[in-house]
């Protein structure tokens, strides 16, 4: 079908009307060619028209001469419930150059789910009239896939939101950069963000956008907060929600699950780039053994064309937390101490069990060895073997961070910093300089820290320590693997800080290889240091330093046994009894060197 111009009348208009369509299902696409070609062809758009709204809502537009060629346009028409039509109108403003042509017009899965005679599965949901078998996971997600609405029936209004009347119980975020905007119909920015909503389908339907034109400036950000939720226990908590990321320049969509109330907290996942103008479904299983609370997290782009939009957010299998998280403090260095000990008799030089009220010596607080019944003495220290995989840096904590109050102001979160990342999050084309596996499972799921160049400038430096480690054994060393892959590498060190005094014990410089790679840093005996990492940025973002199982071995001080030393054992001047296999092989084994006098 092609458009030929008969008159010079100004402002002609040619539409080409289909067929009235009863309904259509919530996975229904549109798909056809266009060709519109000449120095004057001007512009095209198809409509949707609804029975029952004046308003037609526009789905697809094309604003220009777009070569000597076919086109292939994929539209997203998604649940429509009541009878529509589409319009394909072609708009001439008086002087008309060109051709306009439209072929091969296909809808798919545009049916309702046929009816089933059994639907018997614990994962499955029969409606009720149209009597469909469809997946438990359609139920209570504010789209009527049944077709008789049977699947929103009964749904807790506290556990979704469509948006249509407000932000529901989700809240803006006061410590981001900007806010979203609830709105309805298209973006004002042409060619990005969604034409329409998800919920209606219809430009008359709301939804939350993140306008990504000045004043926003690249990387700013804008957190949405959900209600509060209980743990999950035994079951999962579900969360689903909708996204559309179309524009040359859209950045990231991220979300995060924190069990603080002043912490950012984990990343759940993320998207990046544009993923084409269409919303898209996301499922997320969440499971937590505390209250916690979800972030939706969106960021500005290098250009106005990057809008990101939100719509009907729901949760399944979750119920609502009454109370309030706790906080933590962002001051200390990163220990945290009850609010009251036991009895005790304790003084102000000696550490107090949490449990029991016994008194032992501070030298003895975090020294890899329990003195404690309960461990109290090593729990706020660094952890002996740490692989990221609970989703906690272990202990290790960032210095620079810990001096800013609030997550999400401008200085902490577009900073050079470490974070806890994995594969399975990576946007295309980062895993040329970002692993896609970590060393602990090898796998796209498993976690590492690593260093995100993608913030930051070049010389920049950023560091993640240790508590203070009060003392450690002869044998001490700290073994790790890292990852330093990418066209613009930067450095990682590993340093020992004792007081003021900061000495540098490993480094590392430029690309290694796409893998990860084992070393190992001697400590040997030590007392009152901290163990820190230090990544330095390249000229780019094309080069993160990661790291990943972290173990501290052999680091507990020596045990003085009470006993006489064996006749296979050395006694040292200090009294420790050490194997005389260990004697002058230039390792300070009893610490105090007496194992490698010149004496002996």
């Known amino acids: 079908m092609f458009i030929l111009k008969n008159n010079s ?3 002609q208009v040619a539409q080409l009307r289909s067929p009235k369509f009863r309904q259509a299902g919530s996975n229904c696409t549109l798909s056809f060619w266009y060709y519109n070609y000449g120095q004057s062809v001007g512009a095209a758009e198809l409509q949707l028209l609804v029975d029952g709204l004046k308003q037609p809502t526009v789905l697809w537009r094309a604003y220009y001469n777009e070569g000597n060629q076919w086109l292939k346009a994929v539209i997203q028409l998604g649940r429509l419930p009541h009878p529509f039509q589409l319009s394909l109108d072609k708009i001439s403003l008086g002087f008309y150059d060109g051709i306009s042509a439209i072929d091969d017009i296909t809808f798919e899965n545009c049916a309702l789910p046929p009816p ?12 009720r009239d149209t009597k469909a078998c469809i997946d438990s996971l359609l ?5 009527d896939n049944c077709g008789d609405g049977s699947d929103e029936d009964n749904c807790n209004p506290d556990l979704q939101c469509n948006f249509e009347t407000g932000l529901c119980n989700w809240e803006q975020d006061v410590e981001d950069d900007f806010d979203w905007v609830r709105t309805q119909g298209p973006t004002p920015t042409a060619n990005t963000g969604p034409l329409k909503d998800h919920t209606t389908g219809t430009a008359r339907g709301h939804y939350l956008y993140m306008e990504s034109s000045k004043p926003s400036q690249f990387q700013d950000k804008a957190v949405l907060l959900s209600p509060l939720f209980n743990p999950s226990g035994n079951g999962t908590c579900i969360f689903r929600f909708h996204y559309h990321m179309f524009g040359k320049q859209v950045y990231k969509l991220s979300v995060f699950q924190r069990t603080v109330s002043n912490t950012k907290g984990w990343l759940l996942w993320y998207k990046f780039g544009n993923q084409g103008n269409r919303w898209i479904r996301q499922t997320l299983y969440i499971s937590s053994s505390k209250p916690f609370q979800i972030l939706v997290k969106g960021t500005v782009g290098d250009g106005f064309t990057g809008d990101i939009g939100l719509d009907d957010m729901s949760f399944l299998g979750c119920t609502l937390y009454n109370g309030n998280l706790p906080t933590i403090s962002t001051t200390t260095s990163g220990t945290s101490v009850p609010a009251t000990l036991p009895m005790n008799n304790c003084t102000e030089k000696e550490f107090v069990c949490r449990a ?13 060895r329990p003195d404690c019944s309960d461990k109290s003495d090593e729990s706020a220290c660094v952890m002996e073997v740490c692989d990221f995989e609970d989703k906690t840096p272990c202990g290790w904590y960032q210095p620079a961070l810990e001096q800013m109050s609030g997550n999400y102001s401008t200085h902490t979160t577009s900073i050079f910093k470490w974070e806890l990342g994995r594969g399975a999050n990576l946007y295309p084309g980062q895993e040329k300089h970002c692993p896609l596996i970590d060393h602990t499972t090898c796998t796209e799921e498993g976690w590492y820290l690593f260093a995100d160049s993608s913030n930051g400038e070049f010389g920049h430096t950023v560091d993640i320590a240790t508590p203070v480690i009060s003392l450690t054994g002869p044998k001490c060393k700290i073994v790790f693997w890292n990852h330093m892959n990418g066209s613009t590498i930067g450095s990682l060190e590993v340093l020992c800080k004792t007081g003021n005094r900061t000495s540098k014990l490993w480094t590392q410089s430029g690309n290694q290889g796409p893998q990860w790679n084992r070393a190992e840093v001697f400590l040997g005996i030590r007392s009152n240091f901290q163990v820190i990492f230090r990544a330095k940025r390249g000229v780019s973002y094309m080069g993160d330093v990661a790291v990943d199982d972290i173990t ?11 006993r006489p030393c064996t006749s296979e054992e050395f006694t040292c001047a200090n009294k420790y009894c050490i194997p005389k296999d260990n004697l002058c092989d230039f390792v300070n084994d009893c610490a ?3 194992d490698e006098s010149p004496t002996i």
């Open 592 to 594: 105090d060197n007496s």
């Open 9 to 11: 009348n100004i402002s």
């Open 116 to 127: 089933a005679l059994s639907c018997e599965s614990p994962n499955r949901f029969w409606c």
């Open 552 to 562: 501290f071995e052999d680091c507990s001080p020596l045990l003085i046994s009470g």
């Open 356 to 368: 029991s009220g016994r008194c032992i010596q501070m030298i003895q607080k975090c020294d890899f």
């Open 139 to 143: 139920v209570c997600d504010l789209v």
